[in-house]
């Protein structure tokens, strides 16, 4: 099973991306909690240079909540993460996990149907940029 659902677009700057990914979130209902600079936080703790890549902590407030309902420890489990990086060859790809995989070590039918509501969700908005 993957883990996670991508999408690789080019001709597009890596800030232009992220605001693109940022846009199609919110239009399914999904905000930004987190942003988690890699390039930067490894840069400054082991002085590497890596390409840029961010980490979005998106987040779909009813369904969090009824995921926090149905599974009262699942907030370990989120928010969903969506990945923003640039690849070897200049392109952006865009990554989302599957709620549905990550959401498989939790022995829960109430949260695999949400898991499901959720991966759909994410699904269009990889297929959207």
Known sequence: MNYYNS????NISFDKAIEKVTEALKLEGFGILT???VKETL??????????YKILGA??????????????NIGAMLP????????????????AVD?????????????AVIAGE????????????
């Open 7 to 10: 999408k690789k677009i080019q």
């Open 35 to 37: 942003e988690i600079d």
């Open 43 to 52: 840069k400054k703790k082991l002085d590497v240079n890596f390409r840029p």
């Open 59 to 72: 987040c779909n407030p009813p369904f969090a909540h009824k995921a926090l309902l149905a599974e009262k």
């Open 80 to 95: 969903c993460n969506v990945i923003v990086q640039k690849t070897e060859n200049g392109m952006i790809e865009i990554a």
């Open 99 to 111: 709620p549905v995989a990550s959401m498989s070590a939790v022995n829960n039918p109430d949260l």
């Open 118 to 129: 959720i991966k759909t969700k994410l699904e269009r908005v990889i297929s959207s940029l």
